[in-house]
């Protein structure tokens, strides 16, 4: 069992700059793929970013390209999401999600087995 949890979120103005953490629990997390999704009122979640176990691939949204870099410590068992010159169209519940696969494509479609309960992120002036 992985349990997850989101730190980092708050209020930022627009071209800003956040980091949101995402600590799991559990012996394997260097094994697993990790993600970054959000959900925006009254829109689907939506896939931001994700990463294998090692941190060689990474995958990025097109919306989020240049601005958003994903990033992990395995020692730590923490994944990072690094958001710059936000938007407010970024504005959003962050939800970070787990999966044992070492690099999962279902993970990055929104398929992940463990998810934390999501940190508010909002994007305003």
């Known amino acids: 069992q992985v349990q997850l949890v989101e730190s980092g979120g708050g209020l930022v103005q627009p071209g800003g700059s956040l980091r949101l953490s995402c600590a799991a629990s559990?012996?394997?997390?260097?094994?697993?793929?990790m993600g970054w999704f959000r959900q925006a009122p009254g829109k689907e979640r939506e896939f931001v970013a994700a990463l294998s176990w090692s941190g060689g691939n990474t995958y990025l949204a097109n919306s989020v390209k240049g601005r958003f870099t994903i990033s992990r410590d395995n020692a730590k068992s923490t994944v990072y999401l690094q958001m710059n010159s936000l938007k407010p169209e970024d504005t959003a519940v962050y939800y970070c999600?787990?999966?044992?696969?070492?690099?999962?494509?279902?993970?990055?479609?929104?398929?992940?087995?463990?998810w934390g309960q999501g940190t508010q992120v909002t994007v305003s002036s």
């Open positions: 999600a787990a999966d044992i696969l070492p690099d999962s494509p279902r993970l990055r479609s929104g398929v992940a087995p463990y």
């Open positions: 559990g012996r394997t997390f260097s094994s697993y793929s």
